[in-house]
Structure formats: structure tokens, C-alpha cells
């Protein structure tokens, strides 16, 4: 029994040393014990970093995704390329636009001029042009300020482009505008006076039309009156020099203008803020004529932020801020851009359009007939009006009293084309324009949604190929506790046998025949 004893205090290890069975060690948990997220991440129990990397890409691209598509992000960048500050690229573009800006002037030539002033006939016009200057603008004196606005000044420089003009040399019969303007403010002198200025103007030998070259007549030619006029009149009413009609577009203008940059509210952007130091005309009493809240023609503020169809505009010529009202969409070069034009009452009389009761002045019999639009006060007390071509949308009367006119909608009316849409771009400002306008309304939601789904398949790529390893080693390890349990059976099996056998074998020697043993015959039995 003591053989049998010890032998059944043999360990495990030694069972299994003597059975050919390897030592029993820590095996990887099943997957019924593992996690999702440890799944997703590990395999055979360590990380796999390749698949983390591609599940914090998909979650990424994911996020990104939703994050973009809820947040305006785009109009955040265009408006702060916008946004009027040194260095940004609207700023390039308002300091110097690089754009190539023609002013094509059309003239009138009285044809008949003796026959209006002796004959009583109708005033023969005829339409001669266009003469055509190249205009290079720059904004000079800029200050910045505080408060959001910046301060500066206009550099125009006009050139004369002749092949796409008239010969500049051409000679037009034109009204004596100097000479108009003397005798419609010698009205109110004293009937004396009157007379003997009618004297001298005669002596003078001063006619009510003149005749000179379209050059002069738009850049400027010397008359008596208006050197007369410079050298006495007061600072505030003094002419220039020489009479020209854009005379005073040459060179660094006079006005200083003050206009938001966008930092305060974009609702105002490039809206004025003072003009010439004043937060208003003064060439009107009241408002809304002497209100400047307009754009001086460089920026306009966003629709999306103003949520309005209306703009204003302010036109030096017309001594006024105009209206234009949005009229829908139109694509030039690519380029979307809104149509904007002025209501069709904006030169009506009182009556129909009651805002327009303060540019009659305080008598309201001066108040012009429709279509015209009374500058006088802006053009040194010249007896001046202003009107669409050929009388376009005025009084029929007008049409009635002159020959030579006919206004017609596709030549005539005026139009605005906002955000800009011009050929005159240079190619890298209209680069820009389409890639914030046109492009990026387009790719925006794909970059968005695209991000989101890319970021599904990527997480769900990763999901199925994961499940396919779970299956596959699912079934790997049934497939090896199957074999197992075979193999096992035949061990154990063989192993009893052996015990057997061994068990047998110990107890035959351990048979005591001898009937005085001798005491180191029990190790022998070992």
C-alpha cells in the first residue's frame, strides 16, 4: 500500500510530463466573455492598432460630417475675407479693384439750333457717341477707425480708349450751360439789374449754344462766365475753372467718404456713415432726401443678412440715394449675380410717391414733371435735371417736346448687377467671385454630407469585417474543443489502462512470498 500511496501523491505536472500532456497555461478570453468595443479594437487579445486607426478616422470624418452640415462655416470664411480690414482680400480688391471700368458718354447735338430760337421749332436732337475713357480708380487716404468705419478718398484717372469711340475731335452744337444758369438765378435780381446784365452778356457776344468739340464739352473748355464765377464767388458755391461735364472726375475728388467695414454689423456693410463729415446730404432740408444710408457703390451689404429685396445707392450725379430693388437672378461668365433696378416711380411726382416731396424744394410748383430729377442744388444753381435716356419712363409730354428721341427698355433701362457679375474682372478677382459664389454652393453640402457618409461606410466596414472574425473564430474554437474532447477521451482512456497496468505491476511486486523479508528489499521494489 505504501507504493500505491505514493504514487497517487504524484502532481499534475508529472501526470503530465508522463502522459505527453503540455503544462496548462492562461489561454485568451472567448468571445462570449470580450466586449463589444474589445472586439472592435483587439484581436487573439491584443490591439490592433491598423483597425483603431481606421475607426478614429470614420468617427472623425463622422463628426466633421454632422458638424459642418449644422453650422454656417462657409459663411464664415467668406465673410471674413469680406470684412473690410488691411491685409483681407476684399480689401485688395476695394484699395484698388484692378478692374477695367468704361464710362462711355453719349452726347446730344441741336441740330437746330436757330430755328428753336427764332422759329419756335422743336429742339432736333441726335444722339453722337459713344466716346469712351478707361477708368482706374483707387482709394486714397484710408484711415481706419474704432468704431468699425473706414475713412478715405477716390483717385479716378480717365483715359480715352479711341477704338472703341467717335473721333473725341467731333464738334457738337450744345446747350451754354454757363450762361443758362446765370440768367435763371438773375430772376430774382431787381428789373434794373436784369437789364443791364442782359447788356453786357450781349456786348459780350455770348450765345445760348455753343459749338465745340465732344472733348472739350466733356473735359472742359474755358468760358468767361465761369472764370468770372471761380475767381468771385464765395468757397462753398465756386465752380471749377473751366466748364466740363466730367470735369471733376479727374484726380483725387473732394469728397471724403466714411463707410462701415462690416466689423459691427454686416447688415450696414459698405452702407455710408458720414459723407464729407456729415451724417447727411445737404442739399435737401428733410428726410428721407437728405438720408446717405446707401452704399457709395464699392460693397453692398449680404441679402441673407439684411433680408430685404431693397439696396440703396448713393449717385454724386443725382444728388440723391436711390433705391434698387432685387429682381431676381441672372449668370454672366459663370458667375450668378442679382439684378437689381430702381422702382418705376423713383423720379415720379409727389403725388404718387410721397418721398420724393422733399427734392421739389420749399415751393412745391417747382417740383419737375415725371422722369426728371432736379440737381441744382448739387451743380452750383445750374437749372440741371437728370433722366433715364431718352426720357425713359418720363412725362410723354417730355417725348412731345423734343425730335430725335426714342426710348426703348433693352437700351435704356438702368440696371444693377450685384455680387459682382462683370466681364471686367481681372481673372484672379473672378477666380474668387466663382469659387465663393458658384463653386462653393455646390461643394459645401457635398464636402458635408459626404464627410457623413464616408464616415458611416468606414465605421460600417469596419463592424463587418469584425463580425466576420468573431463568426470565424467562434467556429475555429468549436471546432478545436472538438478535437479536444476526442483527444482527451483517448488520453483518459489510455491512461487508465496504463494505471491499470502500472497499478497491477506495483501491487505483483509488492507480494511478500518470502516468508523473513529482508528490510531493503521494500526500496528495491520501487
Known amino acids: 500500500?505504501?507504493?500505491?500511496?505514493?504514487?497517487?501523491?504524484?502532481?499534475?505536472?508529472?501526470?503530465?510530463?508522463?502522459?505527453?500532456?503540455?503544462?496548462?497555461?492562461?489561454?485568451?478570453?472567448?468571445?462570449?466573455?470580450?466586449?463589444?468595443?474589445?472586439?472592435?479594437?483587439?484581436?487573439?487579445?491584443?490591439?490592433?492598432?491598423?483597425?483603431?486607426?481606421?475607426?478614429?478616422?470614420?468617427?472623425?470624418?463622422?463628426?466633421?460630417?454632422?458638424?459642418?452640415?449644422?453650422?454656417?462655416?462657409?459663411?464664415?470664411?467668406?465673410?471674413?475675407?469680406?470684412?473690410?480690414?488691411?491685409?483681407?482680400l476684399s480689401y485688395h480688391y476695394w484699395q484698388r479693384p484692378g478692374v477695367i471700368r468704361l464710362t462711355k458718354v453719349y452726347i446730344y447735338n441741336v441740330t437746330n439750333p436757330d430755328g428753336f430760337l427764332n422759329n419756335g421749332e422743336k429742339p432736333k436732337l441726335t444722339e453722337i457717341g459713344p466716346f469712351v475713357y478707361r477708368e482706374d480708380m483707387e482709394k486714397v487716404n484710408i484711415k481706419f477707425h474704432d468704431n468699425g468705419t473706414v475713412t478715405f478718398q477716390?483717385?479716378?484717372?480717365?483715359?480715352?480708349?479711341?477704338?472703341?469711340?467717335?473721333?473725341?475731335?467731333?464738334?457738337?452744337?450744345?446747350?451754354?450751360?454757363?450762361?443758362?444758369?446765370?440768367?435763371?438765378?438773375?430772376?430774382?435780381?431787381?428789373?434794373?439789374?436784369?437789364?443791364?446784365?442782359?447788356?453786357?452778356?450781349?456786348?459780350m457776344g455770348l450765345e445760348p449754344f455753343v459749338n465745340v468739340t465732344a472733348e472739350e464739352f466733356i473735359f472742359g473748355y474755358d468760358d468767361t462766365l465761369v472764370s468770372l464765377a471761380h475767381k468771385f464767388f464765395p468757397k462753398h458755391r465756386r465752380p471749377l475753372s473751366r466748364m466740363g461735364l466730367l470735369l471733376g472726375r479727374n484726380g483725387t475728388l473732394n469728397e471724403v467718404s466714411t463707410i462701415y467695414t462690416g466689423h459691427t454689423a454686416m447688415e450696414e456693410f459698405g452702407y455710408m456713415d458720414k459723407l464729407n463729415g456729415l451724417d447727411h446730404l445737404p442739399y435737401w432740408p428733410d428726410s428721407p432726401c437728405n438720408n446717405i444710408r446707401a452704399s457709395e457703390g464699392?460693397?453692398?451689404?449680404?441679402?441673407?443678412?439684411?433680408?430685404?429685396?431693397?439696396?440703396?445707392?448713393?449717385?454724386?450725379?443725382?444728388?440723391?440715394?436711390?433705391?434698387?430693388?432685387?429682381?431676381?437672378?441672372?449668370?454672366?461668365?459663370?458667375?450668378?449675380?442679382?439684378?437689381?433696378?430702381?422702382?418705376?416711380?423713383?423720379?415720379?411726382?409727389?403725388?404718387?410717391?410721397?418721398?420724393?416731396?422733399?427734392?421739389?424744394?420749399?415751393?412745391?410748383?417747382?417740383?419737375?414733371?415725371?422722369?426728371?430729377?432736379?440737381?441744382?442744388?448739387?451743380?452750383?444753381?445750374?437749372?440741371?435735371?437728370?433722366?433715364?435716356?431718352?426720357?425713359?419712363?418720363?412725362?410723354?409730354?417730355?417725348?412731345?417736346?423734343?425730335?430725335?428721341?426714342?426710348?426703348?427698355?433693352?437700351?435704356?433701362?438702368?440696371?444693377f448687377l450685384i455680387q459682382p457679375g462683370i466681364t471686367e474682372l481681372t481673372p484672379s478677382i473672378r477666380h474668387w467671385v466663382y469659387l465663393a459664389t458658384t463653386v462653393a454652393e455646390v461643394s459645401a453640402p457635398i464636402f458635408e454630407y459626404g464627410s457623413i457618409v464616408s464616415g458611416i461606410l468606414i465605421l460600417v466596414g469596419v463592424f463587418i469585417k469584425t463580425y466576420k472574425n468573431v463568426v470565424f473564430t467562434k467556429e475555429a474554437l468549436e471546432k478545436g474543443k472538438e478535437t479536444l474532447r476526442r483527444g482527451s477521451s483517448f488520453i483518459i482512456n489510455g491512461q487508465h489502462r496504463l494505471l491499470i497496468i502500472r497499478d497491477s505491476y506495483s501491487l505483483l511486486n509488492n507480494v511478500n512470498t518470502d516468508p523473513d523479508p529482508d528490510p531493503d528489499d521494500e526500496d528495491d521494489g520501487v
Request: hydrophobic share 35%.
Open 154 to 203: 477716390h483717385n479716378k484717372i480717365l483715359q480715352f480708349v479711341p477704338e472703341l469711340s467717335l473721333d473725341k475731335n467731333s464738334r457738337v452744337i450744345v446747350p451754354n450751360i454757363p450762361l443758362l444758369t446765370l440768367t435763371t438765378q438773375s430772376n430774382s435780381l431787381p428789373r434794373l439789374v436784369r437789364m443791364t446784365l442782359s447788356i453786357m452778356l450781349r456786348a
Open 298 to 415: 464699392s460693397f453692398f451689404p449680404p441679402r441673407k443678412y439684411t433680408h430685404s429685396d431693397v439696396v440703396h445707392v448713393y449717385d454724386k450725379d443725382l444728388c440723391r440715394i436711390i433705391p434698387l430693388h432685387f429682381r431676381g437672378m441672372t449668370t454672366k461668365n459663370g458667375i450668378e449675380a442679382g439684378i437689381y433696378t430702381p422702382p418705376e416711380d423713383i423720379f415720379d411726382l409727389p403725388e404718387r410717391q410721397p418721398d420724393n416731396k422733399c427734392y421739389c424744394g420749399e415751393n412745391d410748383k417747382t417740383c419737375p414733371a415725371k422722369g426728371l430729377q432736379n440737381i441744382a442744388p448739387c451743380q452750383f444753381g445750374a437749372p440741371a435735371y437728370l433722366s433715364f435716356p431718352h426720357f425713359y419712363q418720363a412725362d410723354p409730354a417730355l417725348l412731345e417736346a423734343v425730335e430725335g428721341l426714342k426710348p426703348e427698355k433693352e437700351k435704356h433701362q438702368t440696371y
Open 1 to 88: 500500500m505504501g507504493l500505491h500511496k505514493q504514487y497517487l501523491k504524484v502532481g499534475q505536472s508529472a501526470k503530465n510530463r508522463l502522459f505527453g500532456v503540455k503544462p496548462w497555461r492562461k489561454t485568451p478570453a472567448s468571445p462570449e466573455g470580450t466586449s463589444a468595443v474589445q472586439m472592435l479594437i483587439s484581436e487573439q487579445g491584443k490591439v490592433n492598432h491598423g483597425r483603431l486607426a481606421v475607426i478614429v478616422v470614420g468617427l472623425f470624418t463622422l463628426a466633421m460630417g454632422i458638424i459642418l452640415s449644422s453650422i454656417p462655416w462657409l459663411d464664415y470664411i467668406i465673410l471674413k475675407n469680406l470684412r473690410l480690414v488691411n491685409g483681407s
